[in-house]
């Protein structure tokens, strides 16, 4: 069972330790970001093939037309599958209580702008601590915010460049210069934000295994997101939802 | 009265080596070549050349087998290489293909000539020019030979490529009849060789772009460099080797069009003009199904990237540029080229780039000092602890 195996990660198994866990991610989220994840990757390979420098190119000898071939498939796979991920995951926002859950907590609200110069003056040393985040805080708004706006600009360039037939030239020449400078800024974003999130910051060098376990640690939590952890201790149906009951031997995190 | 004497023996002497070298060379010559002129008596030897005012050297040997398996192994050498009646050939005259070669044309019985061809090519954009009309720089166009390089020496192929076995079998039906085996080769070769590309679609590009991409050359021309060609789809799967990838002569040189006979886009005829855009895209007629479903509003768009014409219209102080002739000459071309509406979509495509670029610049950058700023106080908040 693979539901079996994410969920047991040493994280959860750790329970009889005494410490208490916290649902970040559930399944369907984790899942979710898995196919994200791998369709991201295929496509950044496919797609940036086509911007190789010719001595490059030329390295694939008398198969290259074969590579290119299999690159244009799995391109369009891999876009295929993420724009039905990006319609699955509006309608798990609408309809699914968890996705409504986490799309009221994911809304911007003006306490992201106060939290925004209260990090700033806290990384300025003007401030001891960093203001008190809720489940999600502004970087995370922002970084979901692009990833919507980039995975619409993208399907959406995607498409009119795969029916190029039916559109102006014009229209494919924007398209073009849309589909390769948002992926180009996309990739540098993931690179530059996300990666430097889950990898290279201190203590989650070298990779937070949430995404794969779904699961944070209390003191973890309580840090990181203080106005949160007060909420789900505050209310116990919160409590349901958020924190993995100790002794339960079963999936806390798939309650959703 | 004595130094005629010694004239007249001497011209003796040599008319005797003369006599007896070719009696001693005729029985081995080869029965390859026919070669009445006996021209293969010096240019047999490989060593035979010379180095020209240049400094380049000029090789003057002939392969006789290479030759004789080539497209023109069956001519005299006289019939191109006018003027070689003296020796040493100082009255040379330079090779015209649009000569008659005294070869009969079977189908009309007429002597053979590539005259028509090179009336065309004479009429096109490669052409001179003639009258008010003649090109500037002359020295800059093509001639026959810098495409056609070495059509001679090659090895029969054919549609089917490499396969000798196949090649074998085939020829082999056409020497039942046509007993030489040469004979049947040079023709099978140049059947075949009309039945398909010769060169790749790399090759092609290649060739175009020796003289299209060379910006100092082109301006003189009042053209742009066609480096352009290579920001196109097209060009990446030409890179990537694709069967069919659309090279320079897919679009200029479509089905029912002569290669000698390429126009400029404003020409009526040129395929790559905008009334004919949407059968050159769906190449129509072709084996190939191109853009097969192209609409008026795809085919009418732009194919290369804009370049330098472009920009140069684009900007605003055009005079800065017009004391140099050779800009001014672009500029001027372009005028009559890019439509107001071209020049729209280049802007436009122009300011989408630039907002792009900025954008990337900013949102990197100050996510780049945000997450420096993170990382130094993670580890403040850590050593405090």
């Known amino acids: 069972m693979i539901k079996k195996r994410w969920f047991s990660r040493s994280k959860v198994d750790a329970k009889s330790d005494g410490h208490k866990y916290f649902v970040r991610l559930n399944f369907n989220e984790r899942v979710q970001h898995m196919i994200f994840l791998i369709c991201f990757i295929v496509l950044a390979i496919t797609g940036f093939m086509l911007k190789l420098p010719e001595d490059i190119v030329q390295k694939f000898g008398s198969a290259r037309d074969i590579v290119f071939f299999y690159r244009g498939i799995l391109h369009r796979t891999a876009g295929t599958i993420m724009i039905l991920v990006s319609l699955y995951h509006v309608f798990y926002l609408l309809f699914k209580k968890a996705g409504r859950r986490w799309l009221l907590d994911m809304l911007p609200k003006f306490k992201d702008l106060t939290d925004m110069i209260g990090t700033m003056l806290y990384y300025l040393r003007i401030k001891d601590k960093h203001p008190e985040y809720d489940r999600f805080y502004y970087k ?29 030239k014009f229209l494919l020449d924007i398209a073009t210069i ?79 | 009265m004595r130094f005629y004497g010694l004239l007249a023996v001497k011209s003796l002497v040599l008319a005797v080596i003369f006599v007896i070298l070719q009696v001693a060379i005729a029985p081995a010559q080869t029965d390859v070549v026919t070669d009445t002129e006996n021209c293969l008596f010096c240019h047999r030897y490989p060593n035979m050349g010379r180095y020209d005012k240049s400094g380049n050297k000029r090789i003057y040997y002939v392969n006789e087998k290479l030759f004789a398996s080539s497209v023109h192994g ?93 090649i074998n079998e085939t020829l082999a039906r056409c020497m039942g009849c046509h007993t030489s085996s040469q004979w049947a080769e040079r023709f099978y070769s140049h059947f075949t060789h009309r039945m398909r590309k010769r060169r790749s679609q790399e090759e092609i590009v290649a060739l175009c772009t020796s003289c299209h991409e060379d910006q100092e050359k082109m301006a003189r021309h009042g053209l742009e460099s066609i480096g352009t060609y290579k920001d196109t789809f097209h060009w990446i799967q030409v890179q990537y080797g694709v069967k069919d990838a659309p090279d320079c002569i897919s679009c200029h040189i479509p089905v029912g069009y002569s290669a000698h006979d390429i126009r400029p886009r404003t020409d009526r005829i040129s395929p790559i003009n905008m009334d004919n855009r949407v059968k050159t ?105």
């Open chain 2, 281 to 385: 895209c769906s190449n129509q007629g072709g084996v190939q199904s191109c853009h097969p479903g192209a609409t008026t509003q795809f085919a009418t768009g732009r194919v290369h990237a804009y370049g330098m014409k472009a920009q140069l219209l684009a900007r605003q102080n055009q005079s800065d540029f017009m004391e140099d002739e050779s800009i001014s000459l672009v500029i001027e071309r372009a005028e009559k080229d890019l439509s107001k509406k071209e020049l729209f979509h280049y802007k436009v495509l122009r300011l989408v780039k630039l907002f792009y670029k900025i954008l990337i610049a900013f949102v990197i950058g100050s996510m780049l000092i945000h997450q420096g700023l993170d990382y130094v106080a993670s580890k403040r908040q850590i050593k405090s602890r």
């Open chain 1, 140 to 168: 995370q708004k922002l970084e979901y915010g692009a990833l919507i706006a980039g995975a619409t600009l993208m399907s959406l360039t995607g498409l009119l460049l795969w029916t190029e037939e039916m559109w102006p």
């Open chain 2, 74 to 166: 069956k001519l005299r050498c006289k019939s191109c290489h006018a003027g070689l009646d003296e020796i040493p050939h100082t009255n040379v005259k330079k090779v015209d293909c649009s000569s008659s070669c005294h070869i009969k044309e079977p189908s009309t019985g007429k002597e053979f000539s590539h005259a028509n061809m090179v009336d065309k090519f004479r009429a096109s954009v490669h052409g001179e020019g003639g009258g008010s009309k003649a090109k500037r720089y002359p020295e800059d166009l093509p001639s026959c030979k810098y495409c056609h390089d070495n059509p001679m020496y090659r090895a029969p192929r054919g549609v089917w490529g490499q396969s000798e076995a196949l």
């Open chain 1, 178 to 256: 849309v589909h390769g400078m948002e992926a180009i800024l996309a990739c540098l974003a993931i690179m530059v934000w996300h990666m430097y999130e889950v990898h290279l910051r201190p203590r989650k060098f070298p990779i937070d295994n949430l995404w794969l376990t779904g699961v944070i640690e209390e003191e973890e939590l309580r840090e990181e997101f203080p106005l949160h952890y007060k909420k789900i201790m505050a209310d116990p149906e919160l409590k349901k939802v958020y924190l993995v009951p100790e002794h339960d031997e079963g999936d806390a995190s798939l309650r959703t």
